[in-house]
């Protein structure tokens, strides 16, 4: 499901951004320019690339030794 999620995230971006340069009106660009930091915000952990999301490695707190 994360997939999709994922995929669902990086398409909003390109929508916004497209949007945001085709926008004829300063109080659109604006709404938009903020709904493009709220989307970009939900996805501080994904990879543009790969479009996966990262997870943390390494020992949990509870492998203290």
């Known amino acids: 499901m994360e997939d999709l999620e994922d995929f669902i995230h990086l398409e909003n971006l390109k929508i916004l951004r497209r949007?945001?340069?085709?926008?004829?009106?300063?109080?659109?660009?604006q709404w938009l320019m903020i709904r493009l930091a709220e989307e970009e915000?939900?996805?501080?952990?994904?990879?543009?690339i790969g479009g996966r999301r990262r997870t943390a490695k390494?020992?949990?707190m509870g492998d203290v030794w």
């Open 19 to 29: 949007q945001i340069d085709l926008a004829k009106d300063d109080v659109r660009r």
């Open 41 to 48: 915000a939900k996805g501080r952990g994904c990879d543009p």
């Open 58 to 60: 390494g020992p949990s």
